[in-house]
């Protein structure tokens, strides 16, 4: 094979067919599966160089870079020194011990940090982009990283090129290149060659790798791949973009961070307090008090917020893509519970996307089309029976024909089943015609395109020039919006022949119009123009779209998707107003919204005439009301959601062409669509939609408040554990006198619970039930709720009072079973046996402590809520709480762990005592949600509107 490489100089300067030869390529058919293969293994990906990853020993080591674990280390080393002096056990216990927890921290974040980093790759592999190629005569979506040079492109509006090539043929092709070149205005290319060398700007034939297709379409051929184009060059030493925290994530770590400087005031008053009103008498006793307020800072802040915010995300985005919704931003996720508009496309996103020509009304009359979707099998019939009047069909014809000329779709047969290549209104006429006998083959050989003027969301109309094989001429097919095109007509086809088309029958095909879309029918103009042979000798412009010859109107029907009207109450039940925004007739778009429930019958539908009239105030107060716009373009679809946004709302808003990207980066949450996106669409995106489905839309909605809820959930457990364990220290070294807490003989230091213990419920705490909640299933009510008010605080005030609640009954529970174990506190505790009476009680407390916040686990998964409430949901925190327990019997109960965390086996009746004080945690918040309820119920107030129930 004589491929070249993708280095070799100036195929700008060459012919097309001398750099399609020289990469071994067909213009026509593209490359062959095998050449692809062999070409991917010479060249390589097409990707720019990744930055190389970071070790994963090191990714270990930063687990352990942060001040306060350095702090405990220091610690740990000054308790051996203190040990090598003093001598007084066999071994370092404690320094053991707290090493080894520190470590299965370490490992338990690096495990957390991994997890996270692999759900974001799996969503950026989600997002991968694709390109549309010819490979063995045959179109293809493929990943534009398994591009090859001579690859043939398929370029159409909105496309991102994905490599460079040499353009084989431009349609009216412009390319914006500021990204590349700085030019601010998009470049006009062609296919012919350059007369001499030229700069990147000036390389007229040539499109790169990073620009995006502002208009037109065409195809060019791959020169270059990956480190090898102009933009690899250039970019070859840049690295990944660092991830952008999420407000989320911001607002979490500013807690963390406001906590964590208040608990470790609170470890040093506790040291401080000690210090003070005991007397240490040797280095083991400071060494001690050091050890305990280090760990008491690292069990309690937490640090792990955020990693865990991540990954409970990045696992809500998996979920989320079983749904048909590709997250492309994870600050989207937290966005959706918020959502209180949904501005939807109809076409293809309410609709099925499957375009059927129903009617066609011309100057004799007006005629149905049966057979429905692309399968081309139907018949032409006027008041159910079969068209008998030759003028009529002969208009029907040429009006078919001429759309179908002046369209880019093609239609495949698969194993019987028809599908459709490109737009599925072109589509749709495409398989009118064949039902009319006019075969696509027989009607490009005769007329032959010579040019194209291509569609725009601005203009509403699109025309292509074609030679008469038979007649020395050139003609010009339009189709567009009726009333466009009806504006640039001059005379109307009847029969074989024309006549003036004067106000009075235009004022007639404007009720013709008006009376196909009453029945919900979308409607299309077409007409034509003849033109002399030499008429068209460069590129066609939309100046030949004047002095048109008109020839009907087509009524075509896309049906409403099966599961959309659910989707739509779905929605206004949530508190959410889908709004549909068409460039349909205001009429056709009145009549779908109204069968779908967007819209009563009769309703208003805001036309883009109308808003262009519209100033900015008199707009804001228009959107109040309407939820319907018909005639738009993307330039109205901005003004709305800026009106929308303006009024308060949270806005999610849906595109696929080019001109959509400033709504979609103006709304709070931009969606664009997968299969009929333009590639520049779903970059100004947020989310993807892989089914382009409304009911898609609403399901994310739905997983987006129930992520933030299981967020929620695990934030109240973490925080209100973390309280527990600050308040029991805290009241433990300032009541001992009154708890019984009096130190051993021998030493001047007397704590509730030992920096060993206090770092083990936090390995335990802050692992597995904290993650079993973030994947708490959704609850069937969230979409019952209001939208969550984006002003609100992730924990908010009442939500901080609910956590002191939790830690006060922790601590109070907890130092009354220490009390229980104690002589000489206020409940009178019995005698233990020798030389057992402060550890017994020190286990019964670390255990009770333990079992607290295992029942608290349950306790967090609702805020009104019974935790019975669906109580096996969830089978990941049942797992994660018996493993927990397991491991806490072993503490107390192994003898090899029994020393490090000086523990001592406990008898059934003292399980049975900690088991039923630990639960007091679940019956005193079901008893205050019980109250909650009854308040609600009983009018005096309703469930937090930001808080799941």
């Keep these: 094979m004589a491929a070249v490489s993708p280095t070799d100089a100036s195929p700008q300067r060459r012919a097309v067919a001398d750099v399609v030869a020289a990469l071994a390529s067909d213009a026509r058919r593209g490359l062959s599966g095998g050449a692809v293969e062999e070409r991917l293994r010479r060249h390589g990906r097409n990707e720019l160089p990744a930055p190389p990853p970071v070790p ?15 702090l405990l280390l220091v610690a740990t080393v000054v308790s051996f020194v203190a040990w090598w002096i003093e001598r007084e056990t066999p071994l370092p216990y404690e320094t053991l011990t707290i090493v080894a927890i520190v470590l299965l921290n370490g490992v338990l974040g690096f495990v957390q940090e991994s997890r996270a980093e692999q759900a974001v790759a799996a969503l950026r592999a989600m997002t991968a982009p694709t390109a549309r190629v010819l490979r063995d005569g045959r179109q293809e979506l493929v990943p534009t990283a398994g591009l090859v040079p001579g690859d043939v492109l398929l370029l159409e509006e909105g496309d991102t090129v994905p490599a460079d090539a040499r353009v084989l043929e431009a349609i009216a092709l412009r390319v914006a290149e500021a990204a590349l070149t700085g030019e601010s205005t998009p470049v006009s290319k062609d296919s012919a060659p350059l007369a001499v060398e030229a700069g990147i700007g000036d390389r007229t034939n040539m499109v790169f790798s990073g620009t995006a297709i502002a208009s037109g379409r065409g195809r060019a051929v791959v020169t270059a791949t990956g480190p090898s184009t102009e933009l690899g060059r250039i970019a070859g030493s840049l690295q990944e973009t660092e991830e952008v925290a999420t407000p989320l994530q911001r607002e979490l770590d500013r807690v963390g961070k406001q906590l964590g400087v208040a608990v470790v005031a609170i470890a040093l008053a506790i040291s401080a307090t000690i210090l003070v009103l005991e007397e240490l008498r040797s280095l083991t006793d400071l060494v001690d008090v050091l050890l305990l307020a280090v760990s008491l800072a690292v069990a309690a802040v937490p640090e792990g917020l955020t990693a865990i915010t991540t990954i409970v995300l990045s696992l809500g985005t998996q979920r989320m893509a079983a749904r048909h919704v590709i997250v492309r931003k994870l600050s989207a996720v937290e966005t959706l519970g918020s959502t209180t508009t949904i501005c939807s496309d109809k076409t293809g996103t309410l609709t099925r996307n499957e375009m059927t020509v129903r009617a066609v009304v011309t100057a004799s009359g007006a005629v149905e089309l049966s057979g429905t979707g692309y399968d081309p099998t139907g018949e032409v019939r006027r008041d159910g029976a079969p068209v008998e009047d030759p003028a009529l069909l002969e208009e029907v014809e040429k009006t078919l024909g001429a759309g179908r000329l002046a369209s880019n779709a093609t239609l495949v047969e698969q194993d019987g089943r028809f599908t459709i290549q490109g737009d599925p209104t072109e589509g749709a006429l495409l398989v009118a015609a064949r039902k009319v006998g006019l075969a696509a083959e027989e009607l490009e050989a005769r007329y032959p395109r010579v040019g194209e003027v291509p569609f725009s969301s601005d203009r509403k109309m699109m025309s292509t020039a074609h030679a008469d094989a038979e007649q020395e001429r050139v003609l010009v097919f339009a189709k567009g919006a009726p009333d466009i095109l009806l504006a640039r007509c001059t005379q109307e086809r009847v029969g074989q022949g024309t006549r003036a088309l004067g106000e009075e029958r235009r004022a007639e095909l404007s009720r013709a119009v008006d009376r196909l879309a009453a029945s919900a029918l979308r409607t299309l103009g077409v007409a034509y123009r003849t033109l002399g042979r030499d008429a068209v000798t460069g590129e066609l412009t939309d100046e030949v779209e004047q002095e048109l010859v008109f020839l009907g109107v087509v009524g075509m029907i896309d049906p409403p998707r099966p599961e959309a009207r659910a989707s739509v109450a779905q929605a206004q039940g949530a508190g959410v107003r889908p709004v549909m925004i068409t460039g349909d007739h205001p009429i056709t778009a009145a009549a779908i919204s109204a069968e779908l429930g967007i819209a009563a019958s009769g309703a208003r539908a805001l036309t883009g005439a109308e808003l262009q009239r519209m100033d900015d105030e008199a707009l804001r107060e228009a959107v109040r009301d309407v939820s319907v716009y018909a005639r738009v373009s993307a330039e109205h679809k901005l003004r709305i959601v800026r009106a929308l946004r303006a009024n308060g709302e949270i806005i999610a808003m ?296």
């Excluded at 080591?61 to 674990?69: E, G, H």
């Excluded at 019964?844 to 019975?868: M, W, Y």
């Design 654 to 949: 849906t595109g696929d062409g080019v001109n959509d990207a400033p709504a979609l980066k103006a709304a709070d949450i931009g969606v664009a669509m997968g299969i009929t996106g333009t590639d520049v669409a779903k970059g100004a995106a947020d989310m993807i939609l892989t089914d382009d489905n409304f009911a898609s839309i609403v399901a994310a909605v739905e997983e987006g408040r129930s992520i933030f809820a299981n967020i929620q959930r695990f934030l109240r457990y973490l925080l209100s554990s973390n309280i527990g364990e600050v308040l029991v220290m805290l009241l433990g070294v300032l009541l001992a006198g009154v708890v019984g807490l009096a130190p051993e003989e021998g030493s001047a230091v007397v704590v509730p619970l030992l920096a060993t213990q206090i770092l083990w419920i936090n390995l335990l705490t802050d692992s597995g039930p904290a993650l079993a909640l973030g994947v708490e299933p959704p609850d069937r009510d969230v979409m019952l709720e209001p939208p969550r008010d984006p002003r609100s605080r992730v924990i908010d005030a009442r939500t901080w009072l609910d956590l002191i609640l939790v830690g006060v009954v922790m601590a109070a529970g907890t130092l009354a079973v220490m009390d229980l174990a104690l002589p000489g506190g206020l409940l009178g505790g019995g005698a233990s046996a020798p030389g057992q009476g402060l550890r017994r009680a020190q286990t019964l407390a670390f255990t009770t402590l333990v079992l607290f916040q295992l029942f608290n686990a349950f306790n967090a998964r609702f805020v009104a809520r019974s935790a019975f409430h669906r109580a096996f949901a969830n089978r990941w925190l049942w797992l994660a709480v018996a493993i927990s327990a397991g491991l806490q019997v072993a503490v107390v109960h192994a003898p090899f762990l029994q020393r490090p965390f000086r523990t001592v086996a406990l008898d059934a009746k003292d399980w049975l005592l900690c088991v039923a004080v630990a639960s007091s945690v679940l019956w005193v918040m079901e008893a205050k949600k019980a109250v909650v309820r009854l308040a609600a119920r009983s009018g005096a107030g309703r469930l937090p509107r930001t808080r799941p129930a």
């Design 56 to 70: 994963a020993w090191r990714r270990f080591l930063a687990q352990f870079a942060d001040v306060l674990t350095i």
